[in-house]
């Protein structure tokens, strides 16, 4: 494992790192034996991102004994409501899921306090106010209670205003290939190395779509909001080229690929192993030069759904079986305890979603495909 500097802070951070998104609702001994693994391979930045209080257990339980072994984060807003995941702009609300946090992870600290999901201009105005999240953060940094302050989104020009605003340490940001041609993105990260603000690269594969076999995935769909566009994928992508793409962008620190299993994260280890031939993505970038606005990356940002709806994973469903539709995509289905054909169209998650999905339109198509 190689290690990067985190940015000002000077924190050493393994290169490739874990996000634990995929972990949620999987047993004990599963979590343990992914966690333990990544921690032996080298691993020593976990974002933890999730607030519901029993993945909390199950995490901190999991990391007992590892603390001083590790480097955790935790995301000031990230609440739960309804058992969904939501997010608050009430400092209060934010500090009792601080003091949550620390009792579920048996610490009295987090390395980096990420101020949580923020990307339309006026949440961040909000987030950055006076009495807003990001001075329960410096309060908390002044206590003691963190280590670093973040600030995680997924809009350049808001992003960019973070590094520039002098009072971040870290971004956490979605970078991949298929976010090459992004409008700003250049500039963005040249304005974090030069503020020496460390970049933490999560969805390094746009959700898991650009590892999509080339058979089932001969074209990728979006919706830009001026009408549907298509970008041909001519070859098939393996992580290795999606990591190497990512840890060879301007001040990158570490990536935080969401892995489920052992294998899935040795997959992405694998990358140490492998020769330039292996790691080279030139020939990739021609499929992305258009900006993939509207596709979804199953992030869940979209969330609570009044319907309780898991709209990631009917995204997820919903686009494997337009690929091809198997009895186990129909199961899966069929075992949700809360469809598309529950959406009610308030719109709220499209208010919400960060990547201007359609996520009304994407579950009348579920609603079809599944009905068929």
């Not at 998104?21 to 391979?41: K, S, T, W």
């Not at 990001?134 to 989104?153: H, N, P, T």
């Not at 940002?301 to 009895?327: E, K």
């Not at 308030?346 to 009905?371: H, S, W, Y």
Request: contains cysteine; glycine residues 8%; hydrophobic residues 40%.
């Amino acid at each position: 494992m190689q290690t990067r500097t985190l940015g000002r802070t000077g924190i050493e951070v393994s290169a490739i790192s874990l996000g634990t998104e995929y972990l949620i609702d999987l047993p004990q001994d599963h979590v343990d034996a992914v966690i333990h693994h990544a921690i032996e391979r080298g691993i020593n930045y976990f974002d933890l991102f999730y607030a519901q209080p029993h993945f909390r257990d199950i995490l901190g339980r999991a990391f007992q004994g590892y603390r001083d072994r590790v480097l955790l984060t935790a995301h000031l807003g990230a609440t739960v409501e309804s058992g969904q995941g939501a997010v608050t702009r009430d400092p209060s609300v934010a500090q009792e899921y601080v003091e949550d946090y620390l009792r579920r992870y048996h610490t009295d600290y987090v390395d980096v306090l990420f101020l949580h999901n923020s990307d339309g201009q006026e949440d961040y105005d909000t987030v950055m106010a006076p009495g807003g999240l990001l001075d329960l953060a410096q309060k908390l940094q002044e206590q003691g209670v963190a280590r670093a302050i973040g600030f995680s989104g997924h809009t350049v020009s808001t992003a960019r205003q973070a590094a520039e605003s002098g009072a971040v340490d870290v971004i956490m940001f979605p970078i991949n290939l298929a976010a090459n041609a992004v409008p700003g993105k250049r500039e963005f990260l040249q304005s974090c190395a030069v503020h020496d603000v460390a970049l933490v690269a999560m969805k390094p594969f746009a959700g898991g779509k650009l590892l999509q076999p080339e058979s089932n995935l001969a074209l990728m769909s979006f919706h830009s909001g001026g009408g549907d566009m298509e970008l041909t994928k001519e070859q098939a992508i393996t992580p290795i080229q999606c990591l190497h793409y990512v840890l060879s962008q301007v001040g990158v620190s570490t990536i935080v690929p969401g892995c489920k299993s052992i294998d899935e994260l040795d997959q992405a280890l694998a990358y140490w192993a492998a020769d330039d031939e292996a790691r080279d993505f030139s020939q990739l970038l021609a499929a992305f030069a258009q900006y993939q606005q509207g596709e979804c990356v199953y992030c869940n940002h979209c969330l609570p759904c009044p319907s309780f709806i898991d709209i990631g994973q009917v995204n997820r469903l919903l686009d494997t079986g337009m690929a091809a539709m198997t009895p186990a995509v129909q199961a899966a289905y069929a075992a949700l305890s809360a469809n598309a054909d529950d959406c009610i169209q308030c719109a709220a998650c499209e208010a919400r979603c960060p990547f201007g999905v359609p996520v009304i339109e994407k579950m009348e198509q579920a609603t079809e495909l599944f009905a068929s």
